[in-house]
């Protein structure tokens, strides 16, 4: 299963991408599809930004909460993020993640290279 994201890029703070990730399957299997950030030179740590259930539940890092949004589309195996707004800072990899989550801590996941996301000042 390959996750190929897109749509990252260099943006003045303020403005705003949609980053997109097309899995190779079909992505109704997967019980949830997340975004999660890492910034370039820190990979160590790696930060939830949103996630959808294929029940269609949303979250979000409290901090972007109205200024992100996460879809998925199981029909076209694709999965959104649309980043309103955007803060400048380090440069960051959004990375696509897609899995089974089993309970308890317990899940399955696939990740894709991701894609870079620099916001200028």
């Known amino acids: 299963v390959q996750l190929v994201e897109s749509g990252g890029g260099l943006v003045q703070a303020g403005g705003s991408l949609r980053l997109s990730c097309v899995v190779s399957?079909?992505?109704?299997?997967?019980?949830?599809m997340r975004w999660v950030r890492q910034e370039v030179g820190n990979e160590r740590e790696r930060e939830l930004i949103?996630?959808?259930?294929?029940?269609?539940?949303?979250n979000y890092k409290d901090s972007l909460k109205g200024r992100f949004t996460c879809s998925r589309d199981d029909a076209k195996n694709t999965m959104h993020l649309q980043t309103e707004n955007l803060k400048s800072g380090k440069t960051a990899v959004y990375c696509c993640?897609?899995?089974?989550?089993?309970?308890?801590?317990?899940?399955?996941?696939?990740w894709g290279q991701g894609v870079q996301v620099t916001v200028s000042s």
């Open positions: 399957e079909s992505t109704s299997r997967f019980n949830f």
């Open positions: 993640v897609a899995g089974m989550a089993y309970g308890e801590g317990d899940e399955y996941s696939l």
């Open positions: 949103a996630g959808r259930t294929r029940a269609g539940a949303t």
